[in-house]
């Protein structure tokens, strides 16, 4: 399953605010961190902003806050927004259905299966929270090899 920019964009952006949702960020501030476009951002967050994930704060030093629910949005949750999963089975190749077409599209359809209920079974605060702990790990292993070179 490949995810389209405008999932990939939503998915920086949600993540982003929900980090501390008790921040606010502009659609450039995340866009300016991703190096995304900023313009196709703000067509991104209205659509977050209709599904509930976030909320718009008008004004000077306005911008967004995460107004969903990081215990039980999942990542499939936001990819719904901006994809049709769940479509048609793949049946035919487009090489008029040949055996060795057919077999290879239930393949990637079980492929593309797992990979939605995977998607299904991460919160974005499980996802923030192994962020967080490789982070640690990476620093303590960092600092361990930093002794290492010292001694």
């Known amino acids: 399953m490949k ?9 920086y952006a949600v993540l982003e605010l929900a980090r501390d949702p008790e921040r606010q960020l502009s659609a450039t501030d995340i866009a300016e961190k991703y190096g995304i476009s900023s313009n196709h951002l ?9 599904a509930g994930l976030v909320e718009s704060v008008r004004g000077a030093g306005g911008g967004y806050t995460f107004s969903g629910n990081a215990r039980r949005t999942t990542l499939l949750d936001v990819i719904t927004i901006f994809e049709d999963i769940g ?51 990476d620093a303590k292993q960092a600092l361990s090899e930093n002794s290492a070179v010292l001694a």
């Open 3 to 11: 995810l389209q920019k405008a999932t990939m964009f939503g998915l």
């Open 42 to 50: 703000a067509k991104v967050m209205r659509d977050l902003g209709r």
């Open 87 to 137: 479509g048609e089975p793949r049946t035919r190749d487009g090489n008029g259905g040949t055996d060795i077409g057919e077999a290879l599209a239930l393949v990637q359809q079980e492929i593309d299966d797992i990979a939605t209920a995977t998607y299904g079974s991460i919160t974005l605060e499980t996802l923030l929270k192994t962020m967080e702990w490789r982070k640690a790990r």
